[in-house]
């Protein structure tokens, strides 16, 4: 059974930093591309990063050069490294995977105060 669980939201202040991890069962996670999307209340979701079968990543320009997206393949899971939170990073964050995104977390919440 495919599992995607995520861990390490919280509330943080702007300017603060937070790590979501993505630990995934059931599929090699390495062997899928992978990624972080979120959902702010009222908005629509979009893909925050992604971290390819070969290692290359992609982010939204709104989080290039803050968020680092990075796997451990020991571990089965991979990362989400958020440094200078803003308060519009608030959101639901996903973990997903596999060939059109087609598996998906339950999410966790990021909320940044200002």
């Known amino acids: 059974q495919v599992q995607l669980v995520e861990s390490g939201g919280g509330l943080v202040q702007a300017g603060g930093s937070l790590r979501l991890s993505c630990t995934a069962s059931g599929f090699d996670s390495s062997l899928n591309d992978m990624g972080w999307y979120r959902q702010a209340p009222g908005k629509q979701r979009e893909l925050v990063a992604r971290i390819r079968v070969v290692g290359s990543t992609n982010y939204v320009d709104s989080v290039r050069g803050r968020f680092t997206i990075f796997r451990d393949k020991a571990k089965n899971t991979i990362y989400l490294q958020m440094n200078s939170l803003k308060s519009e990073d608030t959101a639901v964050y996903y973990c997903?995977?596999?060939?059109?995104?087609?598996?998906w977390g339950q999410g966790t919440q990021v909320t940044v105060s200002s």
């Open positions: 997903v995977g596999g060939q059109d995104s087609r598996w």
